[in-house]
């Protein structure tokens, strides 16, 4: 192949929609990142408190199959949430042997201010577009997840 018949071969990969919904959401990704850092969690802690506040009391195994996370990760989120008092682990009622978790009104909180922080990540994202076009983009994003 000659040079010429190379050229082009990027701005076609970057042309697909599947590298532009990638690009955009790494960008969002970063923003949220950087949004609850100040809350003094990652994404992963804000997604396992998330699932604890609304399946809780919960079970360590339930959140692992929930959110899809390897257990020892959990685990490790879970021992920084609970020493930063955010949530709590106690033994299930229903089954001693295991451990349920439940958020703490620190942790509900903390959730609260995350969520006004990822809103405004999410702002910034959308920032470009219209109020109208903000909308469109949600049901088309929305309806290209669902089928």
């Keep these: 192949m000659t040079r010429t ?4 071969a990027l701005a076609h990969i970057q042309s697909l929609p599947s590298w532009l919904v990638g690009r955009v959401a790494a960008r969002g990704r970063s923003l949220v990142t950087e949004a609850i850092a100040a809350e003094g969690l990652k994404l992963p802690h804000h997604a396992v408190l ?13 959140l692992v199959r929930r959110l899809g996370f390897d257990a020892k990760d959990v685990v490790l989120l879970l021992n920084h949430l609970e020493e ?3 949530a709590r ?3 299930d009622p229903r089954d001693r ?6 958020v ?8 609260e201010r995350c969520a006004e922080l990822a809103e405004r990540a999410n702002a910034e994202l959308l920032e470009p577009l ?18």
């Design 5 to 8: 018949e190379h050229s082009g």
């Design 97 to 102: 042997r295991k451990n349920a978790v439940t």
């Design 89 to 91: 682990r106690e033994p």
């Design 84 to 86: 930063a008092g955010l």
């Design 104 to 111: 703490t009104s620190a942790g509900m909180g903390t959730l």
């Design 50 to 62: 998330a699932a604890v506040s609304e399946y809780g009391p919960v079970a360590q195994a339930d």
């Design 130 to 147: 219209s109020a109208a076009e903000r909308q469109q983009l949600m049901e088309l994003l929305t309806r290209v997840h669902e089928a």
